[in-house]
């Protein structure tokens, strides 16, 4: 239970600290993507960006820079993870699961777009684009002939540990009438995890009987109309 007097003492270095690590996340991203001399370039950039250093400056404790630091953080750990994933495409369902290195970095990325979540409601936007993202990996390694469940597990653990770490915020005063976290948000996570989970159930079932990708899109096309 702080105190006024110590909120206002502490608040407004946030911004600051939050800014540099921006800067910092930014050199990995660059360095991970490209090599080390981008991403130098690109936390260079960053650091000097007008709007950035706006919303990083001393005093300015409104969430802006909250955005900034976990969305960069989120779409980092995201960049690390893929990178993970198709350096292991030939994994198999139960060595994926025992894989710590996937895992780990699941997990960090679910924690970071819940972070950015509880900053900004906005973020399901970016929830939307990692779920396209990883629907349309599946689909085209489903069509080379490299069925791989596990990669729907990885965005449902995206979507499922977000959810459990804004649902205490659900519906404040009601569901109807919640000022951030209502009935659309809700519809949109149970939307997901429903859709992520029928694919991977409807995924097991065609690797299963062997059926072929045109097969498999027909039953799902069906399945989507009947629903």
Same mark, same amino acid.
Request: hydrophobic content about 60%.
């Given at each position: 239970?702080?105190?006024?007097?110590s909120?206002?003492?502490?608040?407004p270095?946030?911004?600051?600290?939050?800014?540099?690590?921006?800067?910092?996340?930014?050199?990995?991203?660059?360095?991970?993507?490209?090599?080390?001399?981008i991403? !130098? &370039?690109?936390a260079? @950039?960053?650091?000097?960006?007008?709007?950035? /250093?706006h919303?990083?400056l001393l *005093? +300015?404790? =409104?969430?802006?820079?909250?955005e900034?630091?976990?969305?960069?953080?989120?779409?980092?750990?995201?960049?690390?993870?893929?990178?993970?994933?198709?350096?292991?495409?030939?994994?198999?369902?139960?060595?994926?699961?025992?894989?710590?290195?996937?895992?780990?970095?699941s997990f960090?990325?679910?924690?970071?777009l819940?972070?950015?979540?509880?900053?900004?409601?906005?973020?399901?936007?970016?929830?939307?684009?990692?779920?396209?993202?990883?629907?349309l990996?599946?689909?085209?390694?489903?069509?080379?002939?490299?069925?791989?469940?596990?990669? !729907? &597990?990885?965005?449902l @653990?995206?979507?499922?540990?977000p959810?459990? /770490?804004?649902?205490?915020?659900? *519906? +404040?005063? =009601?569901i109807?009438?919640?000022?951030?976290y209502?009935?659309?948000?809700?519809?949109?996570?149970?939307?997901?995890?429903?859709?992520?989970?029928f694919?991977?159930?409807?995924?097991?079932?065609?690797?299963?009987?062997?059926?072929?990708?045109?097969?498999?899109?027909?039953i799902?096309?069906f399945?989507?109309?009947?629903?």
């Amino acid at each position: 239970k702080p105190t006024l007097q110590s909120i206002n003492n502490f608040a407004p270095f946030i911004p600051q600290a939050m800014g540099s690590l921006v800067v910092i996340l930014a050199y990995f991203v660059g360095k991970r993507i490209w090599d080390k001399k981008i991403g !130098l &370039l690109s936390a260079f @950039l960053v650091g000097l960006f007008p709007s950035f /250093m706006h919303r990083s400056l001393l *005093g +300015n404790t =409104d969430h802006h820079v909250g955005e900034m630091f976990f969305s960069a953080l989120a779409m980092m750990c995201l960049i690390f993870l893929v990178g993970e994933i198709y350096k292991k495409e030939g994994l198999n369902l139960k060595q994926a699961i025992k894989d710590r290195k996937i895992l780990l970095l699941s997990f960090l990325t679910a924690v970071a777009l819940g972070f950015y979540l509880l900053v900004w409601v906005g973020a399901v936007v970016f929830f939307a684009i990692t779920f396209l993202f990883f629907v349309l990996y599946y689909f085209s390694q489903y069509f080379y002939k490299k069925s791989q469940e596990w990669i !729907l &597990l990885v965005c449902l @653990l995206i979507f499922i540990v977000p959810f459990l /770490m804004i649902l205490p915020w659900f *519906g +404040n005063p =009601d569901i109807l009438n919640a000022r951030l976290y209502g009935l659309s948000q809700l519809a949109f996570f149970v939307a997901g995890i429903f859709s992520l989970s029928f694919l991977f159930f409807a995924g097991s079932l065609a690797k299963k009987y062997k059926s072929g990708p045109i097969k498999f899109l027909g039953i799902l096309i069906f399945s989507v109309f009947m629903i």
